[in-house]
């Protein structure tokens, strides 16, 4: 009787384990969740902080449906879906181009989140923080844009809170999200201004 009881205690036990196991959350689970959450998003509004190599600025982002619109430092960028516009502050000029996914990704951190599979693999950090899931990005390949993303997130909300950007050649770029929030936003939001440019040369590099 003690044996068969023995035995019934000890397959619980495994089948309750077993329960938890294939319920854990994974790092594939957490960014799958969260570009869910981003791509079905009328719209967003995220302000933010990017501090690296000594400089320091603030910035907007306003995106939805995979476009864009991004001020920061004096420059601004536009993505329509097709086309990008970038405008310089320093040289006083637009150029356009025909991007790659690694090309938006240099512009646009959400786009490691919703696109993460094409270069890199997901894996939990070491770094554990309460109320945070921590996820290392890990490139496939050295096509991959970056070295390394790291990318914190709320566990409760499952939007981003932090990116850590480490370039190939070393140098860290620290993206400190200070908003983001769901917005109903116009098409024309995503479309260059061309009126409002139109002293401004134009780069056409497509």
Do not use: C
């Not at 009787?1 to 495994?14: A, H, Y």
């Not at 879906?81 to 512009?107: A, C, F, H, N």
């Not at 070491?126 to 991959?144: E, F, H, M, T, W």
């Amino acid at each position: 009787m003690k044996g068969i009881i023995r035995s019934f205690i000890v397959i619980s036990l495994m089948l309750f384990l077993g329960t938890n196991i294939s319920k854990a959350v994974t790092a594939t689970d957490v960014l799958n969740k969260a570009a869910s959450k981003i791509k079905s998003a009328k719209g967003l509004e995220v302000a933010f902080n990017i501090s690296g190599g000594g400089n320091n600025l603030s910035g907007e982002l306003m995106a939805a449906g995979g476009k864009f619109h991004i001020k920061a430092g004096g420059n601004e960028t536009w993505y329509n879906g097709s086309d990008m516009y970038t405008y310089s502050g320093t040289s006083k000029e637009t150029t356009v181009v025909k991007p790659s996914q690694s090309e938006l990704s240099e512009v646009n951190p959400l786009v490691f989140i919703n696109s993460y599979g094409a270069y890199f693999s997901p894996v939990f950090s070491n770094n554990k923080q309460n109320g945070k899931y921590i996820v290392d990005l890990k490139p496939k390949s050295r096509k991959a844009p970056v070295k390394k993303v790291t990318i914190f997130m709320n566990s409760q909300t499952f939007t981003p809170e932090k990116f850590i950007v480490t370039s190939h050649d070393g140098r860290v770029s620290t993206i400190t999200v200070k908003k983001f929030s769901i917005a109903s936003i116009p098409s024309s939001t995503f479309d260059y201004p061309k009126q409002r440019f139109s002293k401004i040369p134009l780069v056409d590099l497509r």
